[in-house]
């Protein structure tokens, strides 16, 4: 994902383009915005897995919208309805499938090739008491998908690139996992026959194979004269004919033309979907206040694939580990905390914690730091290893995770962070952190990290910058984002900043901190 916008959320009515680098750190006071938008990232992900009767899971253990009417912003403007979620990014060619007709049988082939961004914009809304996916957009490079329910019947408005598709009588089918609804066409006659009957009425009844079956349009723009080439070359395979055969029957090719473009629509709808549910499906929420570890956990010798946003199940995913698995695990946790991480035991097993002083302790016997930072670089290491060369990219979304930790604590998280990213980027992944603070030492360290790649020319100002403390450790000023909170009147003001290449943050607002 390159670019995120909400609008109307709570108190954020425009976070305007959020543009995602490898870290990005949301900084500002209590409640000026920073859980509203994070908390996103939860509810769509939950959203994708679970089978809904409307466009949004609201509430669950992680996350509470309420609702819609929790959620829509009271300071929304006039005549703006909708609550906003956008998304932009790049495809990727291995992905961009869709549907071959074969009859009522649906075979796969590609699509979309050569797009070079993709942008869709849900629009979530109300009719009546029912809370819907009331507008959909749908961009890629020049064409435009406009899907829209103006009315409590539920029937679609569809429109491409401002042509209104009329001849289907659509709706919204909300019946499977996933963040985007299927396009489903009432009535009894498919989009398939519809085609047929248009294509026999202008072609004759001859014309077409009934068995036959035909690829999706590969068009880069949908116009008329491509729906023409594309049905005689693809569907009747007449290649050498100069100009097409067409007897005058407007309703007919109204139906041809109305039957490819919803063809090429449906199957971008069935790949957008895909493609955003499999993104949130891979973000991993962390909540600020996490497990309490105890003294002693039953062994349950669960196979264990991912952290808990608690990190309640931390020693499970331990032991869930292979050798190898387990070796880079505690070599990541050596070399960033400094800490050895053992879990022993039988049928209750413990996890230990070996300092640097050479102590070994229960984690509670060593204070609640410990127990808060371990979920954390445990889900960092899981989406920066395992897996090699998956084919989505991670987000992780972080809230304080300086909670309970000393300042020098708080320093190591940056090179949590930093070591993450360099661990996914051998592994060939693409690893992104969405990080809330309150934390200056962690802020300040990764400032440092940045100053370490580019230190400065004055001989005067080097010992300032090598202190001997993680020197070697680096980080480009362009791989961090910082966006900064600010609430005004019950308004929240989004505006991104960065870091400058000597580790300063740049554009910061006076008395920000104070």
Same mark, same amino acid.
Request: glycine share 6%.
């Given at each position: 994902?390159?670019?995120?916008?909400?609008?109307?959320?709570?108190?954020?009515?425009?976070?305007?383009?959020?543009?995602?680098?490898?870290?990005?750190?949301?900084?500002?006071?209590?409640?000026?915005?920073?859980?509203?938008?994070?908390?996103?990232?939860?509810?769509?992900?939950?959203?994708?897995?679970?089978?809904?009767?409307?466009?949004?899971?609201?509430?669950?253990?992680?996350?509470?919208?309420?609702?819609?009417?929790?959620?829509?912003?009271?300071?929304?403007?006039?005549?703006?309805?909708?609550?906003?979620?956008?998304?932009?990014?790049?495809?990727?060619?291995?992905?961009?499938?869709?549907?071959?007709?074969?009859?009522?049988?649906?075979?796969?082939?590609?699509?979309?090739?050569?797009?070079?961004?993709?942008?869709?914009?849900?629009?979530?809304?109300?009719?009546?008491?029912?809370?819907?996916?009331?507008?959909?957009?749908?961009?890629?490079?020049?064409?435009?998908?406009?899907?829209?329910?103006?009315?409590?019947?539920?029937?679609?408005?569809?429109?491409?690139?401002?042509?209104?598709?009329?001849?289907?009588?659509?709706?919204?089918?909300?019946?499977?996992?996933?963040?985007?609804?299927?396009?489903?066409?009432?009535?009894?006659?498919?989009?398939?026959?519809?085609?047929?009957?248009?294509?026999?009425?202008?072609?004759?009844?001859?014309?077409?194979?009934?068995?036959?079956?035909?690829?999706?349009?590969?068009?880069?723009?949908?116009?008329?004269?491509?729906?023409?080439?594309?049905?005689?070359?693809?569907?009747?395979?007449?290649?050498?004919?100069?100009?097409?055969?067409?007897?005058?029957?407007?309703?007919?090719?109204?139906?041809?033309?109305?039957?490819?473009?919803?063809?090429?629509?449906?199957?971008?709808?069935?790949?957008?979907?895909?493609?955003?549910?499999?993104?949130?499906?891979?973000?991993?929420?962390?909540?600020?206040?996490?497990?309490?570890?105890?003294?002693?956990?039953?062994?349950?010798?669960?196979?264990?694939?991912?952290?808990?946003?608690?990190?309640?199940?931390?020693?499970?995913?331990? +032991?869930? $580990?292979?050798?190898? &698995?387990?070796?880079?695990?505690? %070599?990541?946790? #050596?070399?960033? @905390?400094?800490?050895? /991480? =053992?879990?022993?035991?039988?049928?209750?097993?413990?996890?230990?914690?070996?300092?640097?002083?050479?102590?070994?302790?229960?984690?509670?016997?060593?204070?609640?730091?410990?127990?808060?930072?371990?979920?954390?670089?445990?889900?960092?290491?899981?989406?920066?290893?395992?897996?090699?060369?998956?084919?989505?990219?991670?987000?992780?979304?972080?809230?304080?995770?300086?909670?309970?930790?000393?300042?020098?604590?708080?320093?190591? +998280?940056? $090179?949590?962070?930093? &070591?993450?990213?360099?661990?996914? %980027?051998?592994? #060939?992944?693409? @690893?992104?952190?969405? /990080? =809330?603070?309150?934390?200056?030492?962690?802020?300040?360290?990764?400032?440092?990290?940045?100053?370490?790649?580019?230190?400065?020319?004055?001989?005067?100002?080097?010992?300032?910058?090598?202190?001997?403390?993680?020197?070697?450790?680096?980080?480009?000023?362009?791989?961090?984002?910082?966006?900064?909170?600010?609430?005004?009147?019950?308004?929240?003001?989004?505006?991104?900043?960065?870091?400058?290449?000597?580790?300063?943050?740049?554009?910061?607002?006076?008395?920000?901190?104070?």
């Amino acid at each position: 994902m390159d670019i995120i916008r909400v609008k109307n959320v709570r108190s954020i009515i425009d976070s305007g383009d959020m543009k995602l680098s490898s870290i990005n750190i949301l900084l500002g006071r209590n409640s000026s915005g920073k859980s509203s938008l994070l908390r996103l990232f939860p509810m769509l992900k939950e959203s994708a897995r679970n089978e809904l009767r409307g466009p949004i899971l609201w509430f669950d253990e992680n996350y509470d919208f309420g609702g819609f009417a929790n959620t829509y912003s009271r300071h929304a403007q006039e005549g703006d309805e909708l609550m906003s979620l956008e998304f932009t990014w790049t495809p990727s060619a291995s992905k961009l499938k869709t549907r071959l007709y074969f009859s009522s049988r649906t075979l796969y082939d590609s699509i979309i090739d050569d797009a070079k961004s993709v942008q869709v914009k849900l629009g979530i809304g109300k009719i009546g008491d029912e809370v819907i996916l009331k507008k959909t957009e749908i961009l890629v490079d020049n064409l435009t998908v406009v899907i829209e329910q103006p009315t409590n019947n539920g029937h679609l408005m569809l429109q491409v690139n401002g042509r209104e598709v009329t001849t289907f009588d659509t709706e919204w089918d909300y019946s499977s996992a996933s963040l985007m609804p299927k396009l489903h066409v009432l009535g009894e006659e498919t989009v398939y026959d519809t085609l047929v009957s248009g294509i026999k009425g202008i072609y004759g009844e001859k014309a077409f194979d009934r068995h036959s079956y035909f690829r999706m349009p590969h068009m880069k723009f949908l116009k008329e004269e491509e729906v023409w080439k594309y049905v005689e070359e693809e569907i009747l395979d007449i290649k050498k004919k100069r100009g097409r055969i067409v007897r005058k029957n407007k309703e007919e090719e109204e139906k041809v033309i109305d039957s490819v473009y919803f063809m090429y629509v449906n199957a971008l709808v069935h790949y957008i979907d895909e493609d955003i549910s499999e993104y949130f499906k891979h973000t991993y929420y962390i909540t600020p206040l996490r497990y309490n570890f105890q003294r002693y956990m039953r062994n349950r010798d669960l196979a264990v694939e991912y952290i808990e946003s608690t990190g309640k199940n931390v020693m499970e995913y331990i +032991l869930s $580990l292979k050798k190898a &698995e387990r070796e880079s695990y505690v %070599k990541y946790i #050596k070399d960033t @905390l400094n800490i050895a /991480v =053992e879990v022993e035991g039988k049928d209750n097993k413990s996890i230990y914690i070996r300092t640097e002083d050479g102590e070994r302790d229960n984690i509670v016997d060593v204070g609640y730091g410990f127990s808060q930072v371990l979920p954390i670089a445990t889900t960092l290491w899981d989406r920066a290893y395992k897996k090699k060369s998956e084919e989505y990219e991670n987000t992780i979304v972080i809230e304080q995770p300086e909670v309970h930790l000393h300042p020098a604590m708080q320093k190591k +998280l940056a $090179l949590l962070f930093v &070591e993450a990213l360099k661990i996914a %980027k051998s592994r #060939k992944k693409i @690893l992104k952190l969405i /990080v =809330e603070t309150h934390s200056q030492s962690l802020v300040d360290r990764l400032g440092k990290y940045i100053a370490n790649s580019t230190p400065p020319a004055v001989e005067e100002l080097l010992d300032y910058y090598k202190t001997g403390e993680e020197e070697n450790v680096q980080i480009g000023n362009d791989e961090v984002s910082v966006y900064l909170f600010e609430k005004k009147a019950g308004i929240t003001t989004i505006t991104k900043t960065n870091y400058d290449k000597s580790g300063r943050i740049e554009r910061w607002p006076l008395g920000f901190l104070e």
